[in-house]
């Protein structure tokens, strides 16, 4: 069982840049592949970014080449670099598990508006 608490959103002007962090809590982190979730006004909740225990990514086409996932497993810590924000990331972001899903938290909201 894991638990998250995400941090680092805020509003940003379209072409900045953000890092989200997430910080678990429990046992056996660094065996789960994780993944960054969004979900925008009116959307249904996406899977963006993931990152298997030894370090795979993968990422939503939208997003390919301006997002960037990496994991802190001695600190249970989950992070999100998004460089080039544009108004579509706009989105509530959370952090979970892929093939296990726990509770989630209360997620960080990143609004990108000028």
């Known amino acids: 069982q894991l638990q998250f608490v995400e941090s680092g959103g805020g509003l940003v002007q379209p072409g900045g840049s953000l890092r989200l962090s997430c910080v678990a809590s429990?046992?056996?982190?660094?065996?789960?592949?994780l993944g960054w979730y969004r979900r925008a006004p009116g959307k249904q909740r996406e899977l963006v970014a993931s990152?298997?225990?030894?370090?795979?990514?993968d990422y939503v086409d939208s997003v390919k080449g301006r997002f960037a996932i990496s994991r802190d497993n001695a600190k249970k810590m989950v992070y999100l670099q998004m460089d080039s924000l544009e108004p579509e990331d706009t989105a509530l972001y959370h952090c979970?598990?892929?093939?296990?899903?726990?509770?989630w938290g209360q997620g960080t909201q990143v609004t990108v508006s000028s």
């Open positions: 979970n598990g892929l093939s296990n899903l726990w509770s």
């Open positions: 990152i298997t225990y030894n370090g795979n990514t």
């Open positions: 429990g046992s056996n982190f660094d065996i789960f592949a």
